[in-house]
């Protein structure tokens, strides 16, 4: 899996990782949805990956993802931020998975 994140995207997130206390995860977010096909991304902040977490070299940052989740994602996709509506979106060359990916911050050193 490889994610490219917009110069927007890095902008908006390397403040939380500059320090190297936080780590990045594409976290698929199945809490409340009752099952893992309804499962919704979003961007998580970790202070240290899980055992079942993979880590991914993404275009520029790097980031964590659970393989498991991996064949609800396309190989090649991309995070965006729109300042405009404060929001991440993410996409594929197919699809828009989101257009409010949601940053979960807590639990994270920020």
């Known amino acids: ?7 927007s995207a890095f902008d908006r997130l390397s ?15 199945t809490e409340g949805c009752g099952c893992v096909v309804s499962g919704v ?12 977490d993979k880590l991914s070299q993404g275009d520029p940052l790097p980031f964590y993802y659970e ?8 190989p090649q996709m991309r995070v965006d931020y729109d300042a405009a509506r ?13 257009t409010n990916l949601r940053f979960l911050t807590k639990g994270s050193a920020a």
């Open 1 to 7: 899996m490889h994610i490219h994140f917009s110069k």
């Open 15 to 29: 403040p939380y990782l500059v320090d190297g206390k936080n780590q990045l995860k594409l976290l698929h977010d």
């Open 41 to 52: 991304p979003a961007l998580q902040l970790i202070t240290e990956p899980t055992v079942d």
């Open 67 to 74: 393989p498991r989740h991996e064949i609800y994602y396309e």
């Open 86 to 98: 404060d929001s991440f979106s993410l996409r594929s060359d197919s699809q828009i998975y989101t």
